[in-house]
């Protein structure tokens, strides 16, 4: 599995953070997984987001930031021994955020970033599955609303390029699926606790705003 997150900044982070000043972020991440079971079936999904993210510092240390983007989880199962069965989902959301990001200094260069991140999200899915009774397909709405708390670390390079990493979610989710043409609505709560490498994020951030001494 893969994620890769590309966020660009503008703010100043760079221990010259104060109140007033404002962050800017765009995200992508793309993650891939396949697994394979003798004699039994294939499984392949991909899951890729993009959004936007508004942070303002509080104080030095502290940021209140919004955002909104998109996501989309695709996932196929197919039968090995048959190839006739198969199984694809797909679920798009549209995301709303709201994070809050306390940092600490551990030295000039490295702060520690603790994350508060509540997700939104609204959309649709598709199930299509194919037999040998024929083809079913099956749409419904999808309300997705996560609290999940991150923690990483930011290195700055210099004064405006920084890398950042953190790795794990944990928090609780609220899933709920409103079927349409007679299919049967479902709801789901869950505590999240992830450590696969799916949940490692990398990052590598540009600051722009005030002009620093040093430029």
């Known amino acids: 599995m ?8 503008s ?11 404002v962050m800017l972020s765009s995200n992508f991440g793309i993650s891939n997984s396949s697994i394979s079971e003798a004699n039994s079936q294939n499984e392949k999904s991909n899951y890729s987001f993009i959004d936007q993210r508004f942070g303002f510092f509080t104080n030095e240390n502290f940021i209140i930031g919004i955002g909104f983007g998109r ?80 923690f990483g670390l930011m290195f700055f390079l210099s004064k405006r390029w920084l890398l950042t990493i953190d790795y794990g979610a944990f928090g609780f989710g609220i899933n709920k699926i409103e079927g349409r043409n007679g299919s049967p609505d479902l709801n789901n709560e869950e505590f999240i606790a992830s450590l696969n490498p799916n949940s490692l994020r990398l990052g590598l951030s540009f600051l722009l705003g005030k002009k620093l001494k040093s430029d």
């Open 71 to 150: 996501s989309r989880y695709e996932e196929r199962t197919t039968n090995v021994s048959d190839q006739i069965n198969s199984q694809n989902f797909e679920e798009r959301l549209q995301n709303y955020y709201f994070t809050l990001n306390l940092l600490s200094s551990i030295t000039d260069k490295l702060k520690m970033n603790y994350q508060m991140d509540v997700r939104i999200g609204r959309g649709e899915l598709e199930l299509n599955q194919n037999s040998i009774f024929g083809q079913r397909t099956d749409k419904g709405n999808v309300i997705n609303n996560e609290l999940l708390f991150r």
């Open 2 to 9: 893969l994620l890769l997150l590309i966020t660009v900044c």
């Open 11 to 21: 703010g100043i982070i760079y221990g010259q953070t104060k109140k007033g000043d």
